[in-house]
């Protein structure tokens, strides 16, 4: 068996000095773990595990039109929390300080998302668990296959995938 190298947890505000993304388009809560799996002393991109969580609250401003009476997240939030999420996958590569603040150049944008499905909904009161898992990566592009779940049951997936741009 492989060694890993572990990060994390991170919290609510090491996440805001991570992602670009502020309110009300920010969907991460909290990071629990981020696992590389080593080879040879270094760190491998493939395989890189991430594990997120988005909680669902009632004051969200989709929950008052989507829909009235019956709140439910829209999927495309539930895949932009995933790849918000995801995107942590790519931070041991990132120049970052020890509150995961950014020092380098870093762009990450969605490049595109297949073999969604959304299989319950997400309610307000719900705590979205993701796990997402770098399955390729070829220059700037990163692909990671996702899972949402609740409570244990898995309530969506999707493969996403990134363009990446790391600099110094």
Not at 41 to 46: A, Y
Not at 49 to 70: D, R
Request: charged share 20%.
């Amino acid at each position: 068996m492989s060694d890993v190298k572990k990060f994390g947890p991170y919290d609510c505000i090491q996440v805001l000095n991570y992602l670009p993304h502020r309110n009300p388009f920010l969907f991460v809560d909290r990071i629990l773990e981020v696992t590389v799996p080593m080879k040879d002393g270094k760190m491998e991109p493939i395989g890189v595990k991430v594990v997120g969580l988005k909680n669902a609250t009632v004051n969200e401003p989709y929950f008052a039109g989507h829909f009235p009476g019956l709140p439910i997240t829209p999927g495309v939030v539930i895949l932009e929390t995933m790849a918000q999420i995801c995107s942590f996958g790519v931070m041991p590569w990132v120049k970052t300080d020890d509150t995961l603040k950014v020092l380098s150049s870093f762009s990450l944008r969605l490049a595109g998302v297949d073999n969604a499905r959304f299989r319950k909904p997400l309610v307000p009161g719900d705590t979205l668990t993701v796990k997402g898992e770098v399955t390729k990566h070829r220059g700037p592009i990163w692909a990671f296959h996702c899972t949402g779940e609740v409570d244990g049951h898995l309530i969506a997936e999707a493969d996403i995938l990134a363009s990446v741009t790391l600099g110094d």
